[in-house]
């Protein structure tokens, strides 16, 4: 078989990727499971570059690394509850006498079976488009463009959005300010 | 030596793989070697700031001074405080490191001296930035120690507020060359000094000077370390090989965040008569000489002063910055 980096390069992210974004859910403390996020949208970053789609492998990085997650690490810090922190307190009991087999295992499978059925139909029905040839060229450009013609719409609206959000934050932090002050 | 590589028989991939780790290996290499002429350099700095001679004692003027204490660093015993987090506190010194020695990936010491010129070269650097103030979360946090978590708390509030500043004066760099690759930004200030970045982006230059001693832990921006309240911030607990990580990063930044005000303002590597990779280390060593200059003369400032600074001057200037640089490049043609 002949030695194709980009397959073994997917393999390892993907994988990195899967196994990473289980432990989010599996991670006994919260910290572990924000960092283990941290590391799967890394991955999900190396997935997009080797689609060639550098411009969102970085914006990824970016937003979903450097921030949110730093984001929500800040707030696992800052929260006083000694279970969230996951220091000084036994994890959550998992209480399992008044937990019945339906609950325990019949459900979830359902669920997960249920799943696994809408997306194997999803993917045997839908038509995916091809990989698009032209798109090593310089997609910076392309994406500025589309975002102040095409989409300039949905791209004003998302910022006007965004802007209410901080405004909102801003709003709630200073109320609750005033409220420590006086009492 | 790529060619060479092929000219064995081996295939282009595994010869790309090699020349990747090569590389990698030379930048690591090169960041060590500066780390160590960069510490006696702060030394001596500072000594003569402060009107003494700084290390003497060991070779011609203390030159050996920092292979001495290297060796001290790494032959140190390797101690894990009992209540960290050990997998956490294990990883956080090698994550700052890996984000450090990445950062060098775009940086151009000269023309075809690159490890790989992206396209997109801008925000990358702008995203491996952010890693950073996850390492120092992640730092602060595992050693489970009040010193380490307000200091690591006060390196993730200080970089993320000079970090927006800091990828705005990128954005206009960006915009004056037309291009997101470094080495286009290099290029479009060839041909002699009128042509450098710094005389039509002076508030920017000026603002990524700040903003980047700031993201460098610099001082007067100290605050993350501020030994007189805080020990020593976010690596209070760290000792021995794992601090020598965490120092090396520091001062890998330092550089890194030069060579880049090189790169973005002062024509990069290009100059008469020396070759350009000459220029790149004269150039980027002024520009560290001077933020040493700053530092060793202002006060530590306080942490308030710190946040205002940032979102009151800092950013609204980048703003202005960015409109005259948009007025600029419109009236350029």
């Known amino acids: 078989m002949d030695f194709d980096p980009t397959r073994v390069a997917f393999i390892v992210v993907s994988a990195i990727a899967v196994v990473s974004a289980f432990r989010v859910v599996t991670a006994a403390k919260i910290m572990h499971a924000a960092l283990w996020l941290g590391l799967t949208f890394l991955m999900l970053a190396g997935v997009f570059l080797l689609m060639g789609a550098e411009f969102l492998a970085a914006a990824q990085v970016l937003i979903y690394v450097g921030a949110i997650t730093t984001i929500i690490l800040f707030g696992i810090m800052l929260s006083e509850a000694a279970e969230v922190r996951g220091r000084g307190a036994a994890p959550l009991p998992v209480r399992r006498d008044d937990a019945s087999l339906f609950r325990r295992i019949v459900l979830p499978a359902l669920a997960v079976l249920a799943f696994v059925g809408v997306m194997v139909v999803v993917y045997s029905q839908v038509s995916w488009p091809d990989a698009p040839a032209g798109l090593g060229g310089d997609t910076v450009r392309m994406i500025g463009r589309a975002l102040f013609t095409d989409f300039i719409i949905p791209f004003e609206l998302a910022a006007v959005l965004l802007l209410i959000a901080l405004i909102g934050a801003i709003v709630i932090a200073v109320r609750d300010n005033g409220r420590r002050e006086q009492g | ?333």
Request: charged fraction near 10%; proline fraction near 5%.
């Open chain 2, 1 to 333: 030596m790529y060619e060479w590589l092929l000219g064995t028989g081996m295939s282009q991939s595994l010869a790309n793989i090699i020349m990747g780790v090569l590389k990698s290996l030379i930048i690591i290499v090169f960041l060590a070697v500066s780390a160590l002429i960069l510490v006696l350099m702060e030394r001596k700095v500072a000594g003569r700031i402060q009107n003494r001679p700084g290390p003497n004692r060991l070779g011609p003027g203390g030159m050996f001074q920092t292979f001495a204490d290297a060796i001290k660093l790494v032959s140190k015993e390797d101690v894990v405080p009992s209540g960290a987090d050990k997998a956490v506190y294990i990883l956080a010194p090698l994550v700052i490191f890996a984000a450090s020695v990445a950062l060098w990936v775009v940086i151009p010491f000269g023309p075809n001296l690159v490890v790989q010129d992206l396209n997109i070269g801008l925000i990358y650097l702008a995203a491996v930035t952010g890693i950073n103030v996850l390492a120092f979360l992640m730092a602060g946090w595992s050693s489970n120690n009040k010193w380490s978590l307000i200091g690591s708390m006060r390196s993730a509030a200080q970089l993320v507020s000079y970090e927006i500043p800091l990828v705005l004066t990128l954005v206009a760099v960006g915009m004056m060359a037309g291009s997101l690759r470094l080495g286009d930004v290099v290029a479009a200030q060839q041909g002699g000094i009128q042509n450098w970045f710094v005389f039509p982006q002076i508030i920017g230059f000026i603002v990524f000077v700040v903003a980047g001693m700031a993201e460098a832990n610099r001082k007067p921006f100290d605050l993350p370390e501020g030994e007189s309240e805080l020990v020593a911030g976010y690596n209070t607990e760290y000792s021995g090989f794992r601090w020598a990580v965490f120092f090396l990063a520091e001062y890998a930044n330092l550089i890194v965040f030069s060579a880049l005000a090189t790169t973005f303002f002062l024509g990069g590597p290009s100059g008469p008569l020396l070759p350009p990779i000459v220029w790149f280390f004269i150039k980027t060593y002024a520009v560290i000489f001077v933020t040493m200059w700053i530092g060793w003369t202002l006060p530590r400032i306080r942490i308030d002063h710190l946040m205002n600074l940032g979102w009151y001057v800092l950013i609204p200037l980048a703003l202005i910055n960015l409109g005259w640089t948009g007025l600029y490049v419109l009236w350029r043609g």
